[in-house]
């Protein structure tokens, strides 16, 4: 009996894989990266140097030549009055397209005409074998996104074949479309796809086309409903309402040696109004480095504390995390609330006392970095967590952390602990609006009184020299300062000078100082005796790698020198200086680059030279690195956007946010229609 036959396989579900997309139709969104204009031919005669032109004619000679390197070279005549010769060679080719293209073939070639050794050639242009009465394209021709082994023609051929068959219909009313000036949606989706010769081509790569701009609003749309819908859903759940009974909060301030800003006390207020509700917090509290984001934190576990509950204090790294727990302890300890450290490098005894005063409540607080999340870590009643540096963590550690709580599996019925994210990286407004759209956001935007300027410099690593003897007449007057590499041991592979290199070097130049290092593979308790000392002023210079970034704070060190500072990012950089400036002593921050620099490293060190801002230093990191870096989209658990651009398309980003309460509020069919079309299966863009 033969065997029944196999149903071809769909070419368009096999692009649509090798292209990453979840299935073919949403080959329709898969736009132009570019287009070309093969709608006229133009003449050899006019053909301007540089310029991919149309042109015609028939082949007059084609041979393959051995030397330089083994090519197919076929003369083209035109066909007018005025005939003129072109050669065009393909140095890659099949011996089929030798038997195709015989003398008299006619042929279109598009492509760049330039002066070659027997007068004009092109170089691989695109060509077909055309008759002469064959039309020519009645539009633009699109240059789509493609990977290896998939050509244009395969990529053309699949996207029209899904436009025919797709549902093109508009997602959104014809009211809220007018309302906000928008073409319709197919209109929009032929344009970029087929788009008439009348069409503005520099509207189209610049992306300011009627057509651009109605598939950016949707976009953007999609997003700010999704994250809408994500904290609708949260709000769907019951947290425990926090109120600190045991005025523990109170006693705290009155025991600080310091006043809280206004803005920190803006942000304490919004923080605990949200703990005294019944659903979830889900708030951001972000500031610029040394705002006194971590004495909010405390005061905000002191309020889970008094109300008899538990929080957790996650960071990311454990020298933050350890900075972390030593304030925390300084500061909770003499109230009666007991602060449990557990990380990596707690073990044995001490970390089954830390684990079992979690389970069983009597630590009211826990401090710790990823270690919190771990399965063998219960609480007997968590009810806040705080995430520090939330960036750096994946959505599924925030998540698992959250999940830790009074509730086994949360639910809409079940209470899920509150949700405290801190960020010392200041996101810039556009971000905010649609990345963290779902966020209610906490700003700090004033620094505590006693902070002082820090004058940035930027030399070069020749003048090495120069700076060593700045830093030892500095620390010689009775300041400390810190000397940052970026590696811990030398790499071949980037010849970076590294911190261990750095303190030999710097031990032997400075005999009179003493010299202290700090990396990330030194053993918990070697770190904290090194930080310890240097805090306790026994130590003049500390050697360091970026571990240092982010909860170190010393007032007397009020120098720093950065090695290497082209190859760091700009957040990075402004985490670092922010660790001097602390004290009334005059600060200073020299930033050393090593030659060649990259124009993107000028721009970087320029920025940081010149501003102290954190906004206007994350506004700039945004347009330098692009959202995906900044975001750190892989943690973030965010699909990034495609076409819109958040600088750019500010306005519609404001006209979206717009959109999506007007679409929420009265027209809920039209959100999931949309949402459909917009969002892969199975994909939501949700923060956590």
């Known amino acids: 009996m033969p065997s029944p036959r196999r149903a071809p396989a769909d070419p368009g579900a096999d692009i649509a894989r090798r292209l990453g997309l979840p299935d073919p139709q949403a080959l329709i969104l898969h ?32 041979e393959v030549q051995p030397r330089p390197r083994r090519q197919l070279v076929v003369q083209v005549e035109e066909d007018n009055d005025a005939p003129q010769r072109l050669h065009f060679r393909l140095l890659h080719y099949y011996p089929s397209q030798l038997a195709q293209l015989q003398p008299g073939t006619r042929v279109r070639l598009y492509g760049e005409v330039r002066p070659g050794f027997f007068g004009a050639e092109m170089v691989h242009p695109r060509y077909r074998i055309v008759r002469a009465d064959t039309p020519l394209s ?6 789509y996104p493609t990977v290896a082994g998939l050509s244009q023609y395969a990529l053309h051929k699949a996207i029209t074949g899904q436009l025919r068959q797709a ?148 960071a990311p790294t ?86 830790k709580g009074s509730a086994p599996a949360p639910g809409p019925r079940l209470p899920v602990p509150h949700l405290l994210m801190m960020s010392a990286t200041p996101i810039p ?44 007449d500095y620390c010689l007057d009775g300041a400390q300062a810190y000397w940052v590499c970026p590696l811990v041991e030398e790499s071949e592979k980037l010849q970076l000078k590294a911190a261990q290199d750095a303190h030999a070097e710097l031990t032997a130049a400075l005999p009179e100082l003493r010299v202290g290092l700090v990396h990330g593979r030194l053993k918990a308790d070697e770190k904290a005796a090194v930080m310890a000392a240097f805090k306790a002023g026994e130590l003049h210079l500390l050697v360091a790698t970026t571990v240092i970034e982010v909860g170190v704070d010393v007032p007397n060190a009020g120098l720093m020198v950065i090695e290497h500072a082209e190859r760091m990012g700009l957040a990075q950089l402004h985490q670092l200086r922010g660790r001097v400036g602390r004290g009334r002593r005059e600060s200073a921050c020299m930033l050393l680059y090593s030659r060649p620099v ?42 990034l956007l495609r076409f819109a651009d958040l600088e750019a398309d500010a306005d519609l980003l404001e006209q979206a946010r717009d959109a999506a309460s007007l679409l929420l509020e009265e027209h809920p069919e039209a959100v999931r229609r949309h949402l459909d079309r917009w969002l892969p299966k199975g994909v939501a863009l949700m923060g956590a």
């Not at 009645?138 to 240059?143: A, G, K, R």
């Not at 690593?461 to 060593?468: L, T």
């Open 429 to 472: 407004r556009s971000l905010a609006m649609s990345y963290y759209a779902d966020l209610d956001v906490s700003v700090i935007d004033e620094l505590p009184p006693g902070r002082t300027p820090v004058t940035t410099r930027v030399l070069s690593d020749a003048r090495r020299g120069e700076v060593i003897a700045r830093l030892r």
């Open 598 to 639: 990259s124009d993107t490293a000028r721009q970087r060190l320029a920025v940081i030279r010149e501003t102290q801002d954190g906004f206007a230093i994350a506004r700039e990191d945004l347009r330098l690195r692009g959202p995906g870096e900044f975001l750190g989209a892989r943690q973030s658990g965010l699909p």
């Open 31 to 62: 736009l132009p990266l570019r287009y070309e204009d093969e709608t006229h031919l133009t003449p050899l005669a006019q053909a301007m140097p540089g310029e991919a032109v149309l042109v015609e004619g028939l082949v007059v000679h084609a």
């Open 318 to 403: 454990e020298i933050l995390a350890e900075q972390l727990h030593l304030k925390f302890r300084e500061w909770l300890t003499p109230l009666g609330v007991e602060v449990a450290w557990l990380a990596a490098a707690v073990k044995g005894k001490a970390r089954q006392a830390a684990l079992a005063a979690i389970a069983d409540g009597t630590a009211r607080v826990a401090v710790g970095t990823h270690a919190l999340f771990q399965d063998e870590v219960r609480f007997h009643d968590l009810a806040l967590a705080v995430v520090d540096e939330q960036h750096r963590f994946g959505v599924e550690q925030r998540l698992a952390l959250r999940e």
């Open 138 to 143: 009645d539009h633009l021709t699109p240059v």
């Open 167 to 314: 549902d093109l219909d508009d997602s959104l009313p014809e009211a809220v479309r007018r309302r906000f000036g928008l073409v319709p949606f197919r209109e929009a989706l032929l344009t970029l796809h087929h788009p008439p010769p009348e069409a503005d081509p520099a509207a189209l790569e610049a992306r300011t086309h009627t057509a651009w701009r109605r598939l950016k609003f949707d976009e953007l749309l999609a997003q700010q409903l999704s994250l809408r819908q994500a904290a609708h859903a949260r709000r769907r759940h019951r947290a425990l309402p926090l109120n600190d009974k045991a005025g523990l909060g109170p006693r705290l301030l009155a025991a600080l040696p310091f006043p809280l800003t206004a803005a920190q006390q803006r942000c304490l207020e919004e923080i605990r109004r949200d703990l005294a509700g019944g659903h979830p917090m889900h708030r951001l509290l972000q500031g610029d480095v040394g705002s006194g984001k971590t004495v909010v934190a405390a005061l905000a576990a002191l309020t889970a504390a008094g109300a008899g509950h538990q929080a957790a204090v996650m």
